[in-house]
């Protein structure tokens, strides 16, 4: 009897030590496949947040940039001469100097044949806004702007800024700012970059002055008349546009 008890209880023992084996390897392959299906659930799941979001970005870009292209279309009809990628191309060699960083998107916040011309209208759409630039076209097919890193507002007077420059589109030329002040900001003034370009535009008349004839704060290489051509210009149409930058 005391043999078969020992014998019993070394099985029992085996037995139990196989069945705790078992459970261990079970458990093991058990948390390894819940390991597998939860990382193939994670990369799951991030690959379609990841696509979510590209779409959803992809999504805001293209609305964000109807009103872009629709501005583009104007000044094409206005004069087929206007490239975009000049324009493009000229942005962004003036971003990357300052900022060392490219342009990300445009925004639109201003059309003056649509949100119509004057003070008012500017003002109403651009103040408190940074990083601007604005594209003029002239009744002489002449396109050309001019970048600001500071905001608009209508009490300020001159600004203080070293970021800025202008360019011509007809010409492929970028221009920077040499003089102490970039701006000037008045309740009745539109866009007056100092030593650059001003508008002004009520009672249908849109004209306004390229100031490089007697300036050359934007280092314009002695050109007279380096953006529009004569110093008095009538304006066709202008768009502002805010600038974002990658981060």
């Known amino acids: 009897n005391n043999i078969i008890e ?61 009103g872009i292209v629709l501005t583009f279309c104007n000044f094409q009809l206005y004069n087929s001469f206007f490239d975009i990628e000049i324009f493009k191309s000229l942005v962004n060699e003036g971003i990357k100097k300052y900022f060392n960083k490219n342009r990300s998107n445009f925004e639109l916040l201003y059309q003056a044949s649509i949100d119509g011309f004057g003070p008012y209208n500017f003002h109403k759409k651009c103040d408190g806004k940074k990083n601007i630039i604005v594209l003029v076209i002239t009744d ?10 500071l905001e608009w507002d209508n009490y300020s007077g001159y600004k203080e800024g070293n970021k800025g420059f202008i360019f011509s589109i007809n010409d492929n030329k970028i221009y920077y700012n040499k003089s102490k002040y970039a701006i000037i900001c008045k309740s009745h003034l539109e866009p007056q970059f100092l030593d650059g370009f001003s508008i002004y535009s009520r009672d249908n008349d849109n004209y306004g002055y390229d100031l490089t004839y007697i300036s050359d704060e934007f280092n314009t290489e002695g050109r007279e008349e380096a953006l529009a051509g004569e110093f008095k210009f009538k304006i066709k149409d202008y768009a502002v546009f805010k600038i974002y930058l990658e981060e």
């Open 140 to 149: 002489n097919n002449r396109i050309f702007g001019g970048f600001t890193e």
């Open 6 to 66: 020992k014998i019993n209880d070394i099985e029992n023992n085996k037995l139990n030590s196989i069945l705790e084996k078992i459970i261990d390897i079970e458990n093991n392959i058990i948390e390894k496949i819940n390991d597998i299906e939860n990382n193939k659930l994670n990369s799951i799941t991030k690959k379609i947040n990841d696509i979510e979001n590209n779409k959803l970005n992809s999504i805001t870009e293209k609305i964000n940039n109807i």
